[in-house]
């Protein structure tokens, strides 16, 4: 005799491909009141990922068995309305010229760098003067 499923166990209802992407869906879920958890799993710990490949190196999102179908609509309204961006329509400023002040260290840190290596040329010019006398 089968038991019906506890209402609070969780379920995996999907698996994304990036931790990046499961965080995204777990969000989504969130904001819907539905509340959503994704677990790594050893491929993604191990650099390893796609869903494509074998769906148990991606990460998996769970939900309440009792909010499964309410998971899965809000998903898929979510995919429905989404936007494609076209990034050539994107104002995304213009790229800073190689000799700008945001490129180069402070004055402090140049100085501090300067006095660094200075301070090891003598100590190899002292390490020599002493190994040379010795």
């Known amino acids: 005799m089968s038991h019906p499923p506890d209402p609070d166990q969780l379920t995996t209802i999907t ?6 992407s499961a965080q995204l869906l ?4 969130n ?15 191990l650099g390893i990922t796609g ?20 998971a ?6 979510n995919k429905r309305d989404s936007i494609d961006i076209d990034w050539d ?3 995304v400023g213009t790229p800073e010229e190689d000799g700008s002040p945001h490129n180069t260290p402070p004055l402090a840190a140049r100085f501090a760098w300067l006095v ?3 301070v090891m040329v ?4 002292l390490a020599i003067i002493v190994l040379a006398g010795g």
Request: hydrophobic share 50%; charged share 15%.
């Open 26 to 29: 777990v969000a989504i879920l």
């Open 51 to 70: 869903q494509s490949t074998n769906p148990r190196w991606g990460v998996p999102i769970q939900v309440r068995c009792k909010d499964i179908e309410a």
């Open 15 to 20: 698996t994304a491909t990036s931790e990046f």
């Open 116 to 118: 660094a290596a200075a």
């Open 31 to 45: 904001d819907a009141g539905i509340e959503a958890f994704a677990f790594g799993s050893t491929g993604t710990a």
């Open 72 to 77: 899965k609509t809000t998903l898929l309204a």
């Open 122 to 125: 003598l100590g190899l010019l």
């Open 89 to 91: 329509m994107v104002d």
